[in-house]
């Protein structure tokens, strides 16, 4: 997203034949190894390998394609968009009537529990707003605002391209072929003509690293990416790059660190809750599940989402039991993401733990093939982000 939200992705594969993005030739072109992913045949890596497409997005800059992500246009039906943003606000708990024109936010979809439907990005676009969700849900988000907004909206799903341009060699990159790019700060929006096409790039990612998403007419996808890559700096990355970037950046990843059954306070995403819809606010509530978020917002939770750096150097993955002993005891939690840190040259994770246990510097155990592994909680991100927030970086 997301955050940079999300964007976020889904389940590894969905039955039926896969799908191609626009920059399915070029993969090919490039030596991509592919994999089925939400219902799509996608890149996982190139020649070099994840570690080293994971630390060249830290040292210069990776283009990853992310066109499986879902891009829905939200249009007023009565021309005023203010009139979308209010319709928005009845389904994600987020300051959409407050949203600027040219910015993003980052949001979820929540259900009648509080439970997280879907995360995703909402940028406002003037005449209307853009949504940017997860690959696995587009289709099912598509239905869900259709069937609570369609009397005021009129909800698109684009077919277009998406292109992430990550890393601190980014905004070079992409100056060179857009000049506007950089008088952007972080969640800015604009139309950039980028090769004679005009493309809405906003300033944001998955990595944590300063960077842009670029989305594409299909038709002019791989033209665009290949003038990207012509910058020796850019290198083509995959989803298994991705993945290790956004884990160091403590991003959640929709099925696995959120899904229906996890609440945004659980989730440690209270933050993207603002004050004007919690308790008290001028738009208090009115989102599915309001009366259970906002009472956790209030009074806390029983469990929340935290990171973990085990150790050693053997990694802990999704799915570990969590315990509060190195022996007997039932588990107190789990770990919902995990694997090797290449930037911290050690393992990292994240996962859910009673409230009671989740201040930093807490000790637990995973378990790992019947062994129990010490892990401390820790702050989160787990390395610096580096987001161009103002004028200067």
């Known amino acids: 997203m997301s955050g940079e939200a999300s964007s976020t992705s889904g389940p590894a594969a969905a039955a039926g034949p896969l799908k191609r993005t626009p920059l399915h030739g070029l993969h090919g072109m490039l030596g ?13 890596q190139f020649a070099p390998g994840v570690l080293k497409e994971h630390i060249h997005t830290r040292a210069a800059a990776s283009l990853f394609d992310v066109s499986h992500m879902g891009q829905i246009a939200v249009w007023p039906r009565s021309g005023r968009v203010a009139d979308a943003a209010v319709a928005l606000e009845r389904i994600v708990p987020a300051d959409v009537l407050g949203l600027g024109e040219g910015r993003q936010r980052y949001g979820f979809i929540t259900n009648d529990q509080g439970g997280i439907l879907d995360d995703l990005m909402v940028a406002h ?10 690959a696995a849900r587009k289709e099912e988000d598509l239905r869900h605002l259709t069937s609570l907004l369609d009397h005021d909206c009129r909800i698109e799903l684009l077919e ?5 341009l990550q890393g601190p060699a980014a905004e070079a990159a992409l100056v060179r072929l857009a000049p506007g790019a950089i008088a ?10 980028i090769m004679g096409s005009p493309c809405t790039v906003v300033r944001a990612g998955y990595t944590g690293e300063d960077g842009f998403e670029i989305s594409t007419p299909a038709d002019v996808a791989r033209e665009v990416a290949e003038g990207l890559l012509e910058d020796n700096n850019v290198q083509p990355a995959g989803l298994g790059a991705r993945d290790s970037l956004r884990l160091e950046a403590g991003l959640c990843l929709y099925g696995a660190d959120i899904d229906a059954t996890t609440t945004p306070i659980e989730a440690n995403l209270a933050w993207a809750i603002p004050s004007v819809r919690r308790t008290g606010g001028a738009r208090a509530g009115g989102f599915p599940g309001s009366h259970v978020v906002l009472a956790q917002a ?12 085990p150790e ?9 039991p969590i315990f509060a002993e190195e022996a007997g005891g039932a588990p107190v939690g789990t770990v919902t993401s995990g694997g090797f840190g290449p930037s911290l040259d050690a393992p990292v994770a994240m996962g859910y733990v009673p409230s009671s246990m989740s201040a930093a510097g807490t000790r637990v155990f995973a378990e790992v093939r019947g062994k129990r592994l ?3 909680v820790a702050a989160l991100p787990f390395i610096p982000t580096h987001y161009k927030r103002g004028a200067g970086r």
């Open 32 to 44: 991509a190894r592919m994999v089925p992913f939400a219902g799509y045949e996608m890149p996982v």
């Open 125 to 134: 676009r003037g005449d209307h707003f853009l949504l940017v969700v997860n």
């Open 160 to 164: 277009r391209a998406l292109i992430a």
């Open 184 to 193: 952007m700060r972080f969640m800015d929006v604009r139309t950039l003509d």
């Open 298 to 309: 209030t009074c806390g939770t029983t469990r929340l989402r935290v990171g973990l750096k």
């Open 312 to 320: 050693g150097r053997a990694p802990v993955r999704a799915g570990a």
């Open 374 to 376: 010490a892990a401390t």
